[in-house]
C-alpha cells in the first residue's frame, strides 16, 4: 500500500541552524501540507500546497519557514533559523483530492530537536 | 468548548469490549476524520464521514456524525490490545486545513 515517507525520523540542530525536512507524497497526489505537535500537545497546522503554491498557511507559518516542491516526488519544509520552540514532531501529509472527500495521510513524521 | 475536542481524555478497557470516544466542534464542517497515533508515531487515517452523512462503518469501526449537535462518536468493536493507541478527531471547516482534538488515549488490557 502507497504511503507518505519523511526523512530524517530525528533531527537535531543548533538554535539558529537551518534545517530541511524532507516527505515524499503518494504518488499521485496533487495536495500536500505540513502539520507539527508539540510534545504533549495537538496537531497544529502549518501549511498547504497545491499547483506549486501555498494554498493556505497559519500563523505559525511565519517568514523562517518556506515550502517547497523541488522535483516531481519531493516536498520540503525549511525552518531558517531554528528556535528552541521549533522543536516539534512535523508530519506530511498528502491527499488526492480537496473539499469534501480531502482524506489526508500522514507520514510518520520527523523529530526535530533544537538544543 | 475548542474546535475538536474529544472525551474522554483517557479510556481503558479489557480485550472484547467496546470503545467509545466522542468529539465535539462548534463551527459547520466539511468533513470529520477519525486518526489513530501510536505512541510517538504517525498519524494513521481510520475513516472520513462528510456532513452529509450520519454514519460510516469500516471493519470494527463505527462512526457517526450529529451535525445538529456539531458531535461525532467513534466507536471501536471487539477491542484488541493493538488497538492501544490515542485517537484524535479533525475537522476540515472551509479550506483543507485540519483542526485536530485533543485526543482520547484508549488503553486495551489483555
Known amino acids: 500500500e502507497p504511503e507518505v515517507t519523511q526523512t530524517p525520523s530525528h533531527q537535531v540542530t543548533q538554535m539558529g541552524q537551518e534545517v530541511i525536512l524532507r516527505c515524499v507524497p503518494i504518488?499521485?497526489?496533487?495536495?500536500f501540507y505540513w502539520y507539527r505537535q508539540i510534545l504533549g500537545q495537538k496537531v497544529e497546522f502549518l501549511v498547504s500546497?497545491?499547483?506549486?503554491?501555498?494554498?493556505?498557511k497559519s500563523e505559525i507559518f511565519d517568514d523562517q519557514f518556506s515550502v517547497e516542491r523541488p522535483d516531481g516526488s519531493n516536498f520540503t519544509l525549511k525552518i531558517r533559523s531554528t528556535k528552541l520552540e521549533d522543536s516539534a514532531m512535523y508530519f506530511c501529509?498528502?491527499?488526492?483530492?480537496?473539499?469534501?472527500?480531502?482524506?489526508?495521510?500522514f507520514g510518520p513524521g520527523t523529530r526535530l530537536t533544537v538544543t | 468548548s475548542q474546535q475538536g475536542e474529544e472525551d474522554p481524555q483517557a479510556l481503558s478497557i479489557q480485550e472484547g469490549e467496546n470503545a467509545t470516544m466522542n468529539c465535539s466542534y462548534k463551527?459547520?464542517?466539511?468533513?470529520l476524520q477519525w486518526y489513530r497515533q501510536n505512541s510517538g508515531r504517525g498519524l494513521v487515517h481510520l475513516i472520513l464521514?462528510?456532513?452529509?452523512?450520519r454514519e460510516k462503518h469500516s471493519g470494527r469501526l463505527r462512526v457517526t456524525l450529529d451535525t445538529s449537535k456539531k458531535s461525532s462518536s467513534l466507536l471501536i468493536t471487539a477491542s484488541r490490545a493493538a488497538d492501544t493507541a490515542s485517537y484524535f478527531c479533525?475537522?476540515?471547516?472551509?479550506?483543507?486545513?485540519?483542526?485536530f482534538g485533543t485526543g482520547t488515549r484508549l488503553q486495551v488490557f489483555p
Open positions: 479533525a475537522t476540515a471547516v472551509n479550506t483543507d486545513k485540519l483542526i
Open positions: 504518488s499521485n497526489h496533487l495536495y
Open positions: 464521514i462528510r456532513s452529509n452523512e
Open positions: 501529509a498528502s491527499s488526492v483530492l480537496a473539499g469534501v472527500m480531502n482524506e489526508q495521510y
Open positions: 463551527t459547520s464542517i466539511n468533513n
Open positions: 500546497f497545491y499547483n506549486n503554491e501555498i494554498s493556505e
